[in-house]
Nanobody, 120 residues
Framework: QVQLVESGGGLVQPGGSLRLSCAAS????????MGWYRQAPGKQRELVAA???????NYADSVKGRFTISRDNAKNTVYLQMNSLKPEDTAVYYC??????????????WGQGTQVTVSS
């Protein structure tokens, strides 16, 4: 079983920055894609950014130029640096990872979510 633990959310003023972290642990052989999603009240969960094992990133148009995703494969950890935050970035942010465990079928796991609130 693979667990994802997120950290780094909080309250920040518009224009501010936050850095989210997500560490995967458990019976992991390899992780292919890792990503961040978010869900605002009354809205569907949406992809924010994703990154392959080789480091190729993909961003939602709404965060391009403001957010940066990165990963440390040795630590099975993915990061999301969020700059120039806007009130519309307020949401619960979820980490996602897909890969292969040491034994068994490929996995796709979610973190518990971390709240990001952008408000003055």
């Amino acid at each position: 079983q693979v667990q994802l633990v997120e950290s780094g959310g909080g309250l920040v003023q518009p224009g501010g920055s936050l850095r989210l972290s997500c560490a995967a642990s458990g019976s992991i052989f390899s992780i292919s894609a890792m990503g961040w999603y978010r869900q605002a009240p009354g809205k569907q969960r949406e992809l924010v950014a994703a990154i392959t094992s080789g480091g190729s990133p993909n961003y939602a148009d709404s965060v391009k130029g403001r957010f940066t995703i990165s990963r440390d494969n040795a630590k099975n950890t993915v990061y999301l640096q969020m700059n120039s935050l806007k009130p519309e970035d307020t949401a619960v942010y979820y980490c996602n990872a897909a890969g292969r465990p040491l034994v068994g079928t490929p996995f796709g796991s979610w973190g518990q979510g971390t709240q990001v609130t952008v408000s003055s």
